[in-house]
């Protein structure tokens, strides 16, 4: 099933989140003198259009990025809102995708390897990138079978950014396993995984699994609104980041309320964080 479309969600609360950590992540990995790959196993389009007929239909990113541009935000958002002019080259109706933010912090001898399944995206990545064929490769599979090929990264330095669509219940699995394997293959990258915070078990379930590989780790929620009284619908999400930074949490824990406040859309906005780091 390929009904998701990121085009919809666009510059969103959750890709506020998911973002301004993978920019800091992507940040961090240049501060040292030695080339990095980056994999992102489900990277949707790239660019989006934001006055676009599709983007405007729920405009979500009224309430995400849009916000976030209009308000007073510290420094540590700099790297994060500067990735997103870059790839826009300073149009505001553009947003980055995943692939594109990653592609802003690359050095010459970094490497970026995208998987993407549907085949509207795939051949928009390879519009994209098309002037960077030795950089950035992309492969129109199944990012969770695709990521095994990659690890370890010979560069021995390595970000790998999980984000599927949860549309169907066994992506919750599919991270979980795909995690278990890839630590295996590569236990000292960093992995990002990106979900969505919703009324039913499954989210709670994996982040429960991913605890339990009791690796380090840095997990952050932003909540921007109350839980709906019907049960539906995402009011939230949540970045669990494996072997994370340890400049990471001290970085972003000091911001995350002055995030939730400027994201709110009700009074039940808010955002928190934990981790183990060893
Ligand atoms: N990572 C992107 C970003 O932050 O800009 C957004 C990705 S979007 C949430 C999820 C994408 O995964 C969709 O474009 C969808 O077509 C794609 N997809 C779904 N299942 C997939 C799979 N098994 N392997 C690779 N891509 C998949």
């Not at 928009?124 to 370890?152: N, T, W, Y």
């Not at 560069?155 to 549309?167: A, C, M, Q, S, W």
């Not at 989210?203 to 952050?220: A, C, E, F, G, W």
Request: glycine share 6%; aromatic share 10%; proline share 6%.
């Amino acid at each position: 099933m390929l009904s998701y479309r990121h085009a919809f969600h666009a510059g969103n609360h959750a890709d506020v989140l998911k973002h301004w950590l993978y920019s800091l992540v992507l940040d961090y990995f240049n501060q040292k003198d030695k080339p990095y790959w980056v994999i992102d196993t489900h990277a949707g389009a790239g660019l989006y259009q934001l006055d676009s007929a599709v983007a405007n239909k729920t405009a979500e990113y009224v309430d995400g990025i849009q916000r976030l541009q209009q308000s007073q935000p510290a420094e540590i958002f700099d790297s994060y809102l500067q990735a997103v002019a870059a790839a826009a080259k300073g149009q505001k109706n553009l947003y980055p995708g995943s692939p594109c933010i990653a592609s802003h912090f690359l050095n010459a001898a970094d490497k970026l390897r995208l998987f993407e399944l549907h085949p509207a995206d795939a051949a928009l990545l390879e519009q994209q990138f098309s002037q960077q064929k030795r950089q950035v490769s992309i492969q129109q599979k199944d990012g969770f079978e695709g990521i095994k090929a990659c690890l370890p990264p010979p560069t021995k330095r390595g970000i790998v950014l999980i984000d599927p669509p949860y549309e169907v219940k066994d992506d919750y699995a599919r991270v979980v396993d795909c995690i278990k394997d890839s630590l295996k293959r590569f236990a000292t990258g960093t992995y990002l995984i990106w979900y969505p915070r919703l009324q039913r078990p499954e989210p709670q379930q994996m982040i429960d699994k991913l605890r339990s590989l009791n690796t380090d780790y840095l997990h952050v929620t932003l909540d921007v609104q109350q839980p709906s009284a019907d049960g539906f619908g995402m009011y939230g999400s949540g970045m669990w980041v494996i072997n994370p930074p340890w400049t990471l949490r001290q970085s972003v824990e000091p911001h995350l309320s002055w995030l939730a406040n400027t994201l709110a859309q009700d009074a039940g906005a808010q955002a928190a964080c934990e981790g183990q780091q060893r």
